[in-house]
């Protein structure tokens, strides 16, 4: 089959479509033909040498894909070849076919095609895992998204929306910020001309965000902590200020706040299937009816991979995705 295999560590030229071996579907597993794959800032860290994949994955980019199954390993059921799913990965989404612990499949909504439901797995399971299952953001408290012009804020904002909460954004610009309104944002705060934690405060007279769901990691730790009401929580999922920073303990002890970090990509398979479970039980429905859609900003054919690396990294809104 051809992938999306990298010469080297370093810039989008360094991805290549070329021919790599057929995977197979061992035991547990599904093999998928590939129609679409979500492209996300994961996939770039992974370019540039700094995310390596977990040992006894594909090499290749590509956390999330959706197209038809192709073949099921020993000891798979409920699936059958034909059905159309999307899938979250560990690796090896930028490519023709990858094989799949069944316990990370799920169908495609109803009245989403395949292209869009390449988007959906490895966000919806982020922000689920995260923001719910982690955070515990509950009906009538505040979530603050940093960057939620982006395909984990987009969803975000819609999912917190749709369990009743209040949702604040920072985003670069009007036109990033109007997108957000649109999809139910009520705090918009333009991170280059305002002071977030200022304007999370007087948006709740004071009190500060419950829960804040953190792409940026080490620039913004101690004001993340200033912004943080009582007994919140602060999810980092992403580290793109930077990895170290001076934690104040003292001001997070008088919130009586916490931190928390994770990533899905290494985490086991039962866990990330269990995380599977909950979110077709929860998140599908939505999608069903039409609550929570995904926000395509372009396509690109999925050997111009390079192309699509350097649109997510310069100005875009939602997610890019791979097609084929």
Known sequence: MYAISMTEPGGPEVLVWTQVPDPE???????????????????????????????????????????????????????????EVCALLAGGGYAERVAVPAGQLLPVPAGIDLVTAGALPEVLCTVWSNVF????????????????????????????????????????????????????????????EQD???????????RGADVILDIIGAKYLARNIDALAPNGRITVIG??????????????????????????????????????????????????DGRVRTVVDRTFPMDEAADAHRALEGDHTGKIILTR
């Open 196 to 206: 977030f934690v200022a304007e999370i405060k007087a948006a709740t007279d004071g």
């Open 239 to 288: 580290f793109q200020g930077g990895v170290k920073a001076e934690l104040n303990l003292q001001a997070l002890m008088a919130k009586r706040g916490s931190i928390a970090s994770a990533s899905l990509r290494a985490r086991p398979v039962a866990e990330k299937s269990a995380i599977v479970a909950e979110v077709r039980e929860n998140v599908w429905p939505l999608l069903a």
């Open 133 to 192: 299952a982690g955070a515990r953001l509950a009906a009538g408290e505040t979530l603050l998204v940093h960057g939620g012009a982006s395909g984990i804020g987009t969803a975000a904002i819609q999912l917190a929306k749709a369990s009743g909460a209040r949702v604040a954004v920072t985003a670069g610009g009007p036109e990033k910020l109007a997108r957000c309104a649109e999809l139910g944002a009520d705090v918009l705060i333009d991170y280059r």
């Open 25 to 83: 579907a061992g035991e547990g597993e599904v093999l998928v033909d590939v129609a679409a794959a979500g492209v996300n800032r994961a996939d770039v860290l992974q370019r540039q040498g700094l995310y390596a994949p977990p040992p006894g994955t594909p090499p290749y980019p590509g956390l999330e894909c959706a197209g038809r199954v192709a073949a099921v390993g020993p000891g798979v059921t409920g699936w059958n070849v034909g059905d």
